[in-house]
């Protein structure tokens, strides 16, 4: 079992930047892949970004280039560095991390955290 908890959301004006920081229990998190969903106001919850156990990358097009997902394994953390930000990224951003041979979303998901961009 693994839990994650986010923090780091808040209410930022359009144009500024938020780090997002999710912590995970569990001693096999390095070999998780771990990615970033939010779920705006009326919306669906859509995929962000990922990072799969070996490495590989991906953002979805409305935040590529303003938005950078990490790990750090030793600390068993993950992040989302988000630049640029725009009203249209207001939403409840979620970690989600699990093995990722069942594909996504991953198995273990965080509590959530509000992201607010005014404009």
């Known amino acids: 079992q693994v839990q994650l908890v986010e923090s780091g959301g808040g209410l930022v004006q359009s144009g500024g930047s938020l780090r997002l920081s999710c912590a995970a229990s569990g001693s096999i998190f390095s070999i998780y892949s771990v990615a970033w969903y939010r779920q705006g106001p009326g919306k669906q919850r859509e995929l962000v970004a990922y990072?799969?156990?070996?490495?590989?990358?991906n953002y979805a097009d409305s935040v590529q280039g303003r938005f950078t997902i990490s790990r750090d394994n030793a600390k068993k953390a993950m992040y989302l560095q988000m630049n640029n930000l725009k009203p249209e990224d207001t939403a409840v951003y979620y970690c989600?991390?699990?093995?990722?041979?069942?594909?996504?979303?991953?198995?273990?998901w965080g509590q959530g955290t509000q992201v607010t961009v005014s404009s």
């Open positions: 990072i799969t156990g070996g490495g590989n990358i």
């Open positions: 989600n991390a699990g093995p990722s041979g069942q594909g996504r979303p991953y198995a273990y």
